[in-house]
């Protein structure tokens, strides 16, 4: 059974980068379209960036261009979400997912919560300002 564990979360202050990690455990996903999400308290669950299998094609949520940079490295069966220039507003968990009911096109992104079916247990970042 896949396991998906996120790390990198902490308390940073506004306009500091972090990078976030997804590491998948108990199967190889070199061959599944990834993606990010957030949750902010009182908030529900929203696409934060999707990246194809081959990391040849990325999408991100309107919010977040710019700042945001998804990247994966297959030899080591883990995906990162590179976060610049830190606002408040991106207080939130983060988290992982995978949606392995299906092989994408590698031009072809899920950018839907209901698209995936794999999930992580989540990473705290809170910015403060």
């Known amino acids: 059974q896949v396991q998906l564990v996120e790390s990198g979360g902490g308390l940073v202050q506004a306009g500091d980068s972090l990078r976030l990690s997804c590491e998948a455990r108990?199967?190889?996903?070199?061959?599944?379209?990834m993606g990010w999400f957030r949750q902010a308290p009182g908030k529900e669950r929203e696409f934060v960036s999707a990246?194809?299998?081959?990391?040849?094609?990325?999408n991100y949520a309107d919010s977040v261009k710019g700042r945001f940079t998804t990247s994966r490295d297959n030899a080591k069966n883990t995906i990162y979400l590179q976060i610049d220039s830190l606002k408040s507003e991106d207080t939130a968990v983060y988290y992982c997912a995978a949606d392995l009911s299906r092989h994408y096109s590698p031009t072809t992104l899920p950018t839907r919560l209901e698209n995936f079916d794999t999930w992580g247990q989540g990473t705290q970042v809170t910015v403060s300002s």
């Open positions: 990246i194809s299998w081959n990391g040849g094609t990325t």
């Open positions: 108990g199967r190889i996903l070199s061959s599944y379209a």
